[in-house]
């Protein structure tokens, strides 16, 4: 049984950040944050193992996009600094619990989303 529950999201103008966070329950392996704007696929923009270690980013957002969790709180964090126009989607905290946790992995439970809105 996971549960997760998305929030942070908001509406900012380019050049601004925002951080998500993403409250979880039950037991995963891995997390993930992706994203969805209208009229398009979803996209995997971020991922890390639960226990630590190595993270995974969208080209798109290398260097600017931050995946992070606080194990001890149960939340996962997508810190998204210098945001622009086309990071406008909405943003889903996602896990698995077990496998690979690269972006392309199948992820199987699934947040309700967090809107965000980036204004040029």
């Known amino acids: 049984q996971v549960q997760l529950v998305e929030s942070g999201g908001g509406s900012v103008q380019a050049g601004e950040s925002l951080r998500l966070s993403c409250a979880v329950s039950?037991?995963?392996?891995?997390m993930g944050w992706f994203r969805q704007a209208p009229g398009k696929e979803r996209e995997g923009v971020a991922s890390?193992?639960?226990?630590?270690?190595?993270?995974f980013y969208a080209d798109s957002v290398k260097g600017r996009f931050t995946i992070s969790q606080d194990n001890a709180k149960k939340t996962l964090y997508l810190q998204m600094n210098t945001l622009k126009p086309e990071d406008s989607a909405m943003y889903y905290c996602?896990?698995?619990?077990?496998?690979?946790?690269?972006?392309?992995?199948?992820?199987?439970?699934w947040g309700r989303g967090t809107q965000v809105t980036v204004s040029s």
């Open positions: 996602a896990a698995r619990t077990g496998g690979s946790c690269y972006i392309g992995a199948e992820y199987t439970y």
């Open positions: 039950g037991y995963t392996f891995c």
């Open positions: 890390t193992y639960t226990g630590g270690g190595r993270t």
